[in-house]
């Protein structure tokens, strides 16, 4: 038991007074003789006792009844904390978009909060934490507010995170008695079926000085179908071909339909049979004339923010060739102008400042390739460019390997002259994907006379002569590619320039020159969108959306501007990048992919081995909890109701006694 004005009780000492004074009473009893004296005695006995003992029983009652109404003006109570400190609480409630998802009592986000402003503590300060942002210093009645206006976020922050964010918080509040109290579906977003137990968090969590009340809240439904990637599969004058990606989490096999919307029009539909647990693809055929479409799920699962998928197609542009060659070249009749904007130059004619505009370069029977332009086209394809080598009859090894080891893509060891025949063609490389309907093995081999024997390093043939080395074959370097031509063009050396193959390898060198613009972007991800626009220094782009508008981070380079998203936009939808009034490009930006994850993390591992660390089936039930925690059971009323039963006592005692 405790007291709030414990020096009240020191006035107990004078009770001691009326003792005193009772034992050591000087009063005596007189004497009178009587007749018969045997009668008189037993008389002066018994009244005696009887008035000894009525006086001991007064007095108690008496110095029982001011003990009592002292012991209540010092105000007793009772409590499981040291009351002189206040209270500071922090919630920590997750807002990600898969609290979307709806549980036994609808929306598990909005049900938590509408039971955190039911059954919240009046007592002490709070803090109230989010994904994105923490608010301190909040009354019962702000946090309530703050809480009101909260939206659902698509920034995802580890439990670990949240942890070490409450005890800086707690660090500037010593004096206090804390608590932290984390609301969260818990859902692990690191890897699919990894458990609490595999994460880097574990040495952390489970220290001993990590204390912290935790409510897990689980989704209704057991099972989920997500749209997990799209990609154009195929695209030509008139129709886009996108490959969808479906994933289904859950043991039920599901049929799946897909529609492609645009503005609430169905442009295109496709249904899929899902077994549990598996990754499907479909295939949906788009007008090119579309700019941006939708794509809707039909299901009924545990998170329906991800049955909607937004794309957004950017205008086919032509692609910048530039051949730099000596003669007159055979590309003008495949580079045609509708598709391609080609240049033919010869090597004195060349500006360093040309290249950076292009998508594609190349070299045609080049004798010499001076070392300033190697280092220039070695940029070049480390930033996204494409290069096609097509040596000279004259060529030398050594004119051609310092550019190939600078390339990095292995070296020449010497010229073949013997004829040599063209007969593997690489179906599955993605230069002749789509060029044939089927595999052709009785085709007119075309013959070289000449070539360069070499030894590559990581080349993807295309074509392949009879004795297995590359005839013409691609090299990934970074962001872009090289192509090399093992034999020269000219009509002496090969007559691969007659042979039907080469229309449909060097078109689509050029096509493929051209990087697909991606179809949508994450939000809460980083991500870098390249925009076609020469700008001022004193010129910024926007994204905006409606009202919404913010800046992104920027760099600008010479033909293209670079923006950089990472926490905004956080709303998926169709955004647009905007230089003043003009609308320069259009975006689709789509929730984070780990949102959909059906896998949470096994928080009862955590009770079993820290005892600081609590689990509640519910918010109401953690908050009851805390609101005891911080009660004080006062005993004032007790005291005085016992005052006025040792009153009642003496009251009996001079009556009756």
Known sequence: MQFKYPEILYILFALLIPIFIHLFQLQRFIKTPFTNVKFLKEIELQTRKSSRLKKWLVLISRLAIFASIIIAFAQPYFSKNNTTKE???????????????????????????????????????????????????????????????????????SLKTQVLKSQQVFEEYSDKHKKLIIISDFQNALKKNQNLENTNENSYLFSKN??????????????????????????????????????????????????????KIVLAKNTVEMPANTSQKLALRIPNKVENITLKIDADDAYFFDNVYYVSFQKQSKVNVLVISEY????????????????????????????DKQQLVVLNGLLKIPQSLQTKLESFTKNGGSLLIIPNKKNTIDDLNGFFNQLRIGQLIHKQTDSIQVTKIHFSHPILRKVFDKKITNFQY??????????????????????????????????????????????????????????PIIYNIGKHSLSQPQLSYRTGEENTITVKKQLNKDEVLHITKDQYDFIPLQEIQ???????????????????VTNKENILKNLAFNNPKDESNLVFLEMNRL??????????????????????????????????????LFILIEILLLKYL
């Open 328 to 355: 007159k070249s055979f590309f003008e009749k495949i580079y045609t102008p509708d598709e391609f904007n080609l240049t033919q130059k010869k090597l004195e004619q060349i500006s360093f400042s040309q290249i």
């Open 558 to 576: 010479s033909e293209k501007v670079l923006l950089f998203t990472d926490k905004q936009p956080q709303k998926a939808g169709f955004y647009e």
């Open 87 to 157: 209270w500071f609480t922090t919630i920590y409630i997750d807002n990600s978009i898969s609290m979307q998802a709806k549980g036994e009592q609808g929306e598990l986000f909005k049900r938590a909060v509408q039971d955190i402003v039911e059954h919240l503590p009046n007592k002490g300060q709070f803090a109230l934490a989010t994904n994105a942002e923490i608010h301190t210093n909040l009354s019962k009645k702000s946090l309530i507010e703050q809480l009101k206006n909260i939206p659902y976020s698509s920034l995802k922050t």
């Open 607 to 644: 009770t079993e081995t820290n005892e600081n660390i609590h689990q509640y089936t519910s918010i109401k039930e953690a908050l009851s909890a805390l609101s005891a925690e911080q009660s004080i059971q006062s005993y004032f009323k007790w005291f005085v109701l016992l005052a006025f």
């Open 210 to 263: 990590t204390a912290f009340d935790y409510i897990q809240l689980t989704p209704q439904l057991k099972y989920n179908i997500s749209i997990d990637s799209v990609s154009i599969l195929e695209r030509n004058i008139d129709n886009t071909v996108l490959e969808i990606v479906l994933f289904n989490q859950g043991n039920e096999d599901k049929s799946v339909s897909v529609n492609a919307l645009q503005n």
């Open 446 to 503: 075309p013959i070289v006379t000449s070539y360069f024997k070499s030894k590559l390093i990581n080349e993807q043939p295309i074509l392949s002569f009879e004795n297995q080395e590359s005839f013409i074959c691609q090299f990934k370097k970074q962001k872009g590619n090289v192509f090399w031509v093992a034999a020269p063009l000219d009509s002496k050396s090969s007559n691969f320039t007659k042979a039907p193959l080469i229309v």
